[in-house]
């Protein structure tokens, strides 16, 4: 067949290939921004410090936004993929689903996701260990960064502080638990998910409200750091909320993501 004469067949495959394109492209943008409808409204920041440390992060305001109200906020930790500087790269499920239309005409809010650099972690510590002491590692600089960013985003916005809540998954649900372990009076609520902390701490955060999730089969962070922090807050008086998923491996965010009552019970949880 002559250059420049394409065959039905050829034209058939060009259009596969154009909607296949268009397809990987909403991925992508499903990907970067939680949602599409997110993609619209978040807006991408840089924060840095008094020290010139730097760490992107993006914020998604509420609809309509209007500072004369105040607004609970969320903030969302992402886990080991989500590393990097380019402020698109990551997502958590909890930004996926909490960015939907939906939920945000019933729960108008504040989503707060910064971005860890390549090779760091929330918490210095190794996944597969499970707990760990809060005694024994320091903060890290990227958790105070977390914290910088999280007052100066409430010192700017109208946000409600009384209804600041954190969740994270992976890497995030062990930097979930490390932010509510050292900054017990901060959040009104948490949600770690294939996570673990430090159980000693965990009369710091006994009357938080904590709903925490785990795949029974997780090879990656062990399910043992999430029942020994239910442990420890049974036994410091607490009420967590757990649910650990039979034959779930790592990835218990998306099950967890689509239980009908966590959205709803994570907004009317209050300080």
């Known amino acids: 067949m002559d250059a420049g004469i394409r065959s039905g067949k050829d034209i058939v495959m060009e259009k596969k290939r154009i909607t296949l394109s268009g397809i990987m492209l909403l991925y992508a943008l499903v990907l970067m921004n939680g949602s599409v409808y997110a993609g619209k409204n978040i807006e991408a920041r840089v924060y840095e410090s008094a020290k010139g440390d730097t760490m992107p992060y993006r914020i998604l305001k509420p609809d309509n936004?209007?500072?004369?109200?105040?607004?609970?906020?969320?903030?969302?930790l992402h886990g080991a993929g989500g590393r990097g500087?380019?402020?698109?790269?990551?997502?958590t499920?909890?930004?996926k689903v909490l960015s939907s239309k939906e939920v945000r005409s019933e729960y108008p809010a504040f989503l707060l996701t910064p971005q860890c650099p390549n090779g760091e972690r929330w918490v210095d510590v190794k996944w597969k260990k499970g707990s760990y002491s809060?005694?024994?590692?320091?903060?890290s600089r990227e958790m105070e960064l977390v914290v910088e960013i999280l007052d100066s985003v409430v010192e700017e916005l109208s946000i409600d502080t009384d209804r600041v809540y954190v969740t994270g998954q992976s890497m995030g649900g062990y930097g979930t638990w490390d932010i509510v372990l050292r900054y017990p009076d901060r959040f009104a609520a948490?949600?770690?998910?294939?996570?673990?902390?430090d159980p000693s701490e965990a009369g710091a955060v006994a009357d938080l409200p904590v709903w925490i999730f785990h795949g029974a089969d997780d090879p990656t962070v062990p399910p043992s750091g999430a029942r020994e922090m239910v442990k420890a807050l049974k036994e410091a008086g607490g009420?967590?909320?757990y649910t650990e998923y039979p034959g779930v491996k790592h990835f218990s965010w998306e099950p967890a993501w689509k239980e009908d009552e966590i959205v709803p019970w994570l907004f009317k949880q209050e300080k």
């Open 239 to 241: 009420n967590p909320r």
């Open 190 to 197: 948490a949600i770690p998910v294939c996570g673990a902390g």
């Open 93 to 95: 499920e909890a930004f």
């Open 65 to 76: 936004y209007d500072a004369d109200k105040e607004y609970p906020l969320v903030l969302c």
């Open 134 to 139: 809060i005694d024994n590692i320091p903060i």
């Open 85 to 91: 500087t380019d402020n698109n790269s990551r997502g």
